[in-house]
């Protein structure tokens, strides 16, 4: 019996022509996701009948939802806009916020479209930045030739009066225009897409798009492996490189289909018996790496899925889950010195770049515990330190925006100012523990920070 | 379920004896560790802050853990049988019930609790749980469009808001949804506004604990 | 001539526009403190409601406070709120409220107690303010009790209600409204009006409705002297709606005094023109004395001589 069919690739939201085996799902059909990368397993529900639909990679496609900023002005991306006769046409891009570069080409477009069709017409066209992209400059060239008339503008410029005339003054120009507006409407997030991030277990990004700012997930990773974000899924950006990042998408697709690896060698591993299906270990992972085990009725770590941060092992209320790697080991020789506990991404790599460029190991003479991501530090874990050594400890962490998963900075900062009120109200000395952010980038400061802070310790 | 908050540390310590020499954590592995307050995880991180502390006072105690399924039900105590025998002390960071139903199983042992019960609740985040029900004995849900407005209205009025309520919140606390605004709100989405409308006798309590101490039992498991 | 249960009701009845304020009892035991501000309200207002623990800060008890006062010869409205008694307890102190001939009943839910300066108190809230309003109009129309029981002497109240105009949703709070009037209230004292707009709008309703057919509305007041009260109601009290037109106003004038007791007259004059609005609600917090200058500058002074009923 030949098994159930699996497509290469799910388009959630619209389709792009591709090679692939592909299928397209929409949002508001799409119940569940389950799996991982390679074997997916999408839960539909077509007029009430569930469908399950097997495949390997996702994309999420979905369209942005634009939001006029005037009532009364048509969109700059409508064909079907009034002209007056005898009034000019006024095209307004980036108000009330500055718009997407694409805007900028479309908004151009649409002036010499008006130009070309209506030759006697008066176009004026507002703006705040004209982002140049692509052949931009050739249009704007052009626009300006066919006497289309500019006016950039900066905030408080501009006063628009009854939705309906727009009063300009800049300098020492002082303009009142009363004509059909075109404006560019302000991009949104498709209207699914609170719930996509539910299904799909993504936290909410910027303006609520589908992607956080973080530069491991450029350009259009999503936090879950296999699944990426393309257009108004991903951010107020997207438009303006869709080519690029479609091709960027499509070529990830076609290397995971040539095969996926785990991210290391431990398996992480749920004891059913202690496993209580609270789901914190799922809620917090921050690449949705964690699904219900049927069979076991108790949750498990999906291999391939895993980016190996070990947040789930440390915030398990029962201890249900382990791995064989003692990741929380303390390596080094002396137990008098400080101790170092540094996120492998950041401070670990401006390290070994430290040591390239000065010779010199700045974590020697340190007793050191490398982590995956200092969101699996655990208040358990520091106090069981601070008991047993009498030596300060420093959580190296990463910056903003520059976490391999996602949010572990923030997380290690709750867990280190919760350890710090508990020590203050048991009155015992707090200043043991130091909590920094660093970026891969920042090797010389790493050596500068931790000269100092040994300094510190001395004194 | 049942929700709980680990007490302050320092109202733990407190409540220790001072000569105290060996401590039990007894850990509770249902409600408060979905509540992420008195499972396996928090019982170690609780010793391993009293050890740091009693170590800076220079005081030499004893202290293990023990996380058991439930502390509510007589079998899943055998567990814990001989580790509170050999402790003087037991702090358990189960929920009320759980450290009262040890009580009444270790007649002669001091049982102090780690944890306050805080209410009977749904996780609404991570981390983050809200009160649902206060358990009056006499359900009145189908009434009021789902939203109980005992548990939810802070002043639990049964005939509409209070004219405290602005723009859907409460004005106990600026967190708090009014409770009349959400019975609102789902009653006008299932075309039940009319209902509201309805006069609400007074309830009746005695279904309550102000009909005193509860206890009920199921026919089935008992003979005559 | 028709049997009227209290003087208030009695005005109302005739179509006078009546005035009714408001009044704190001490915290403490001095009758002589209710006596001295009886003093200055009579024959400046019909009515003096006095209140029940206001804001969660333990007084005087109403009741106690409302016999001194009656005793000067002042007509009283007591409050009463469920936060602080059961169904026992209310409907006891209705009783006795009826047989001291206090006879105007304000049912009121009460402020939650965090207001206060007991938040660790443990609340009531066994009658709302609609389960209060119909216990009490049981009680007086049928003699009889909550639990069914007959009584032999049944207790004469005029009940009242509290209405916030301005707190959302309007609709839900309209609702409230009307299922006060279905229990049993005869009159509503509304939430201090700022914002005429809301409030004109909220008259239309009740008109639409023809709830102003069925009580009678008094419009509450609150006359201010100052900008940073006005800003303390508009952020921290519930249910307040103070439009910054207002504050503004308060704010440029040089005299707040003078500008307080003009605002306060203003709204005066607009509300009374209002079809259904049957009378006012003076209630200066903390500025009790200034009530019969704004009464007179109303052009409501002097009260019209109620015979005994």
Known sequence: MAGKRKFELAWIGDKEETDFESIQISAEDLVACQGEIGDFKLICNKENQPEEINVANIIINLPYQEEPVLEKADSLFSDDYDINEDKPVIILQDYPELSAAVISQAGLEKALEIKDNYPDKEVYYLYQAMRFIEDNDRLYERARESEIIFLKFDLGQLKIIEEEIIHYNREDIDLKLNGNILAAPELKPAKETERIARIFNLADGYKEYLQLDNIYLQPTLSGKRGVYLLKGSRGPTALTYFEEELDFTLNEVSKNLAGVTEIDKYDREVDDQKCILCYTCYRVCPHGAIQRDDELNSMKVMDLACQGCNLCLSRCPTNAIQIEDDYLKIEGENEQDPILIICENSAEIAAEKYNSMVGKDPLESYQKIEVPCVSTVERGQIFEILSKYSSDIMILGCVSEACKHLTGHDRCQQVVERIKEDLEKLEIEQDRVHYERLSPRMAADLGAFLADWKEALKQ | MIVGKLKDIK???????????????????????????????????????????????????????????????????????????RNQVVLSIACGVGVQHLAINNPGKIILPGLDTTFYGRTSDIGKWEEMCHGCGKCILDQFAGVCPVARCSKSLLNGPCGGSQDGICEVDDSIDCGWQTIYDRAEELGQLENLLDFESPKDWSTYKDGGVRSHKNPEFFQE | MADYISKLQKLLEEGEFVVCSEMGPPIGADPDFIREKADFLRGYVDAVNITDNQTAIVRMSSIAAAK???????????????????????????????????????????????????????????????????????????????????????PKLFLGGAANPFADPFELHMMKVEKKIEAGMEFIQTQAIYNLEKFDKWMEEMRKRGLHEKCYIMAGILPTKSVKALRMMKKYVAGMDVPDYTIERMDKAEDKKEEGVQMAVDIIKHVRKIEGVRGIHLMPVAWEEITPRVVEEAGLYPRPEVSEI
């Open chain 3, 68 to 154: 001194i006062a009656a005793d000067e010869g002042l007509e009283m409205i007591i409050q009463a709120t469920g936060r602080d008694r059961n169904r026992i307890g209310i409907q006891s102190d209705l009783l006795g409220a009826s047989a001291l001939g206090l006879r105007n009943v304000l049912c009121l839910t009460g402020d939650h107690q965090c207001f206060g300066m007991d938040e660790g108190a443990k609340n009531v809230f066994d009658l709302d303010s609609v389960s209060m309003l119909r216990a009490a109009r049981r009680m007086v129309d049928d003699g009889v009790l909550l639990n069914g029981k007959d009584m032999d002497v049944p």
């Open chain 2, 11 to 85: 109202e733990i310590k407190d409540s220790l004896p001072d000569d105290i020499d060996s401590l039990l954590i007894a850990g509770c592995g249902s409600c408060v560790s979905v509540s992420l307050a008195g499972g396996e995880r928090e019982a170690d991180s609780l010793k391993e802050l009293l050890n740091l502390y009693y170590q800076s006072k220079g005081k030499s105690v004893s202290i293990e853990t023990e996380t058991i399924k439930r502390q509510c039900d007589d079998e899943f105590l055998d567990e814990l049988e001989l580790p509170v025998a």
